[in-house]
Structures are given as C-alpha cells and as structure tokens.
C-alpha cells in the first residue's frame, strides 16, 4: 500500500477555474457527468466492498459485490482526477490499484483474485491510463530496481555513507531517465488527456518544463481537477495535509517541545568559510530553516520551490538558512555550486549527528521549519507550492 501512497503523493490540486495566458482566471463549468465504474470479479467475492477514493480531497465512494458485481457511480463535477481503487479490507497490492478517473465509463474484469491480474476496459480514458500504468505499476522491472535503490539509500544514509548514497541516487538517475523519455514520448502524443495532466504535475520535476507542458494541454485536459488545481492552488480544492518526505508526528512524539507555537531551538553552525552563523543572528526576520543534504535525493525536487518563495519574499524580511547533514566539505560545497544555492548554507559537516537536526527531530530530510522574528515555531514540514503558500499567510 506504502508503494501506491508514494505514487500518488505529488496530487496537484484543482478546481472549476482556468487559468489565461494573460493571467485572468475564467470560470471553467464542467459536465455534471458520472464515473460509471463497474466490475465482474467473480462470486468469491461476494460481499466485499469496493472502494473509489480520491486522494486529494478524501472523497470516498463505495459498493458491495453481489454476484460477483457491483457498481460505483460518482459524480464528477470538477472534472478526472487520481483515484485508489480498493477491494476488501487488505492492504496488500493485489488489492489496490491507482487510477485516472473522470466521467465515463470503467469496467473491471477479473476472475476473484482482487485486482491481480484483472482487466480494465471503458471509454478513451481509461486506454490512456493503462498505457500509463503500465510505465509506472510498482510491480515493473523499472520500478522494483527503483524500490531496492531506495531501500539501499535509506540504509547508507542511516549509516552516513555519503559515498554509497551518492552511487546509488546515480543509479537511480539513470533509471528515471528511463522512465522520463517513455513518459515524455507519450505526454507528447496525449496532450488533450486528463492523464497527461498528472503525469506533467507530478513526474516532471523541472518547473519551467511543468508549466511549459500544462499550458500546452488540449482544452479536454486543462479541464480536469489534476489541471484546474495546479493552475489555481487552493481556490476549489483546498489545499490537503502535507504528504511530505519525513515523519514529522515521529519527531514530535520524540521532540514535543519542539512543534508549532513553540520557541525556536537556538542553534549555530559554520558557514563554507568557516564563519560561525547563529540562529539568533536572524532575530527580527522570518527564517525558514531547511534540512538537507548533498546526498539527498528527495532534496533536490524541494530547491525550484524554495528558489520561487525566497525571490517573492526576500525583500520582506524572510531569511533562508540552509542546515546540511553532510559530513564531507567538498560533497557539500560541490552540492551548493551545482544547484546554486545562494542563500546561507551551515553545518558542523555532522552528519545526522548535526546538533540542529537532533534539536529539531529531524529524522528525515527534505525537513524544514519556519520562524518567526520573535523566534516562535510558525510552521513545520512544508513540501513544494505549500512553502509559498505558508510563507504568503505571514509576509504579504
């Protein structure tokens, strides 16, 4: 189940707007359509329920199977959107799938093995997302090699095995390259698919390439909730819980002092020229204090985003302060250069043993935190547009 979570976490937002080049924001009134989502997955099933769950906004529909069947049928208003299908009560994977939903037609064929093996038919788009399940099912070559370089890079960096980490995010890379050019060379052909809109909004990390690709969507495709949300942030669709890269209630239940509401932990490190950088050298400022580390693979979708709200608001008083679990200089240095990180970058080169990651209970990185000028705990845990987004509710 943690595999399909993880491959829905990047859900965009949407809502009944558009977005013009000019700027304005147009009211977008979608068919008050259905999904008709119907299934034959044999008699031993009977009785189990079958659950539509959208992410986003914790939509959940549901039905029981009776002589094999049943039947879902689920308003969509603000147009397709990612959607768990669930069978039964299980939380292994031949019971839960991801899938592209919008109004029309989906019909499951199975033979009562849950999902496993079943067959999936119905209107275009449920060929396309098929087609891009296929690219992305957690059960693909790609995808398993993907799982064992996580476990692996999760067990170097416990250890702060740098070296290991770095090998094996390069190994990673190489493997989403792979993955990248297929999902390239299909969004290239499906521009006018709601499904394209997921695929833009959460596989590709370049923002300039993002925006490039959604304001190029077929008219079909803008009007899906995956769209309406990207282009207008929180104006349907609030915006949900972060589903950040860390176990921030972990660090809670271990740091309970240190949560939202609360002084900030002081704390010091060195600068790349040696230059001791406190904490309360920012008092008066809003500081937002970012966990990182060369190693880091999660870390580098995080720098577009924190580049985007340090320009919108470093003239108001709003300070980045860059705290690496490095424990090598030159991996560190050589990290900053290549992503040109030109706000303030510290550490004791400590690894996770780095005294403001063990004040702050950072047990996993990207992690960050946001201070206020009297040194109170604002925020904890922002995760792409929700850093500006956080940042626009105290510096306007």
């Known amino acids: 189940m943690k595999k399909y979570l993880l491959f829905a976490c990047c859900l965009s937002g949407a809502g009944a707007f558009a977005q013009q080049s000019d700027g304005k924001v147009t009211l977008i009134i979608n068919q008050p359509e259905n999904a008709i989502v119907t299934g034959d997955l044999g008699r031993k099933l009977n009785d189990t329920m079958v659950y539509l769950y959208e992410m986003y906004a914790g939509e959940n529909d549901s039905a029981q199977i009776k002589d094999g069947k049943f039947i879902i049928s689920k308003p969509m208003p603000k147009g397709g959107s990612i959607h768990i299908i669930k069978v039964g009560q299980g939380a292994d994977l031949k019971s839960v799938m991801l899938a592209y939903v ?217 300070v980045v302060l860059a705290v690496s679990l490095d424990s090598k200089k030159e991996a560190w240095e050589k990290a900053i250069a290549a992503h040109q990180l030109d706000w303030i970058n510290i550490s004791n080169l400590k690894g996770w043993s780095e005294p403001a990651a063990q004040a702050y209970g950072a047990s996993a990185i990207p992690f960050n935190v946001l201070i206020s000028p009297e040194g109170k705990i604002l925020a904890m845990g922002l995760y792409g547009e929700d850093v500006e987004k956080k940042l626009a509710e105290f510096l306007k």
């Open 102 to 318: 919008e109004g029309g037609k989906m019909h499951i064929a199975g033979k009562g093995d849950y999902l496993t093996g079943a067959k999936f038919s119905g209107d275009k788009w449920v060929k396309e997302w098929m087609e891009v399940y296929n690219m992305l099912d957690p059960e693909t070559p790609v995808s398993k090699q993907l799982a064992v370089l996580e476990e692996k890079f999760r067990e170097a960096s416990q250890l702060g095995d740098e070296d290991a980490a770095i090998e094996i995010n390069k190994k990673a890379d190489s493997l989403m390259k792979i993955r990248l050019t297929a999902m390239r060379k299909w969004l290239a052909g499906n521009m006018n698919s709601g499904v394209s809109a997921y695929l833009a909004t959460c596989y590709i990390e370049n923002m300039k390439s993002k925006d490039s690709i959604m304001n190029l969507l077929g008219e079909h495709a803008k009007a899906s909730r995956i769209a309406q949300r990207y282009f207008n942030p929180g104006k349907v669709d609030p915006s949900p819980v972060s589903m950040g890269f860390d176990d921030s209630k972990a660090a809670d239940r271990n740091f309970s002092a240190v949560a939202v509401g609360q002084d900030a932990p002081q704390f010091s490190a060195p600068d790349v020229n040696g230059k001791n950088v406190s904490l309360a050298d920012f008092k008066g400022k809003y500081v937002l204090v970012d966990f990182w580390a060369s190693w880091c693979g999660p870390c580098k979708p995080q720098i577009p985003f924190l580049k985007a709200a340090r320009d919108k608001y470093k003239n108001k008083d709003l």
